[in-house]
């Protein structure tokens, strides 16, 4: 009876925050830019960031799948800033934004598939 009575005296506060579509999606992003930009990853495994390449370079970038860096987590962040675009009130602003961003992320993917690929070949080959 106390549940139902709890119920019943809350759900006019409760549901319409529990109803509310921008909340949901506010947190569905949150969690897919978490658990897809390997934020997770990291925080778990406690990877370094960079490391040093043994030749005074640094590499950003591990091979193979099962390993990363920070700095490949900061690359997948970067995408997101992609989202402030449509916040952008003046619409030729706005248009200019779409085309950079639209070609910042061909270039980043583009960029990104060419990393993949050769982390792929060092799986393959062990060099």
């Not at 950003?60 to 490949?72: D, L, P, V």
Request: no cysteine; hydrophobic share 50%; charged share 15%.
């Amino acid at each position: 009876m106390g549940v139902v009575t709890l119920f019943s005296v809350l759900s006019p506060y409760v549901l319409p925050v529990v109803r509310n579509r921008n909340l949901w999606a506010a947190f569905s992003l949150i969690a897919v830019l978490l658990f897809t930009s390997g934020h997770m990853f990291n925080h778990i495994r406690k990877v370094p960031y960079v490391v040093g390449d043994g030749r005074g370079g640094i590499n950003y970038f591990a091979g193979g799948f099962s390993n990363q860096f920070g700095m490949e987590t900061q690359i997948v962040a970067a995408i997101s800033l992609a989202m402030k675009v449509p916040r952008i009130a003046d619409n030729k602003s706005q248009q200019v934004a779409v085309v950079i961003w639209g070609a910042v992320l061909l270039g980043t993917y583009s960029f990104l598939l060419s990393v993949f690929r050769a982390k792929n070949d060092y799986e393959e080959t062990g060099l």
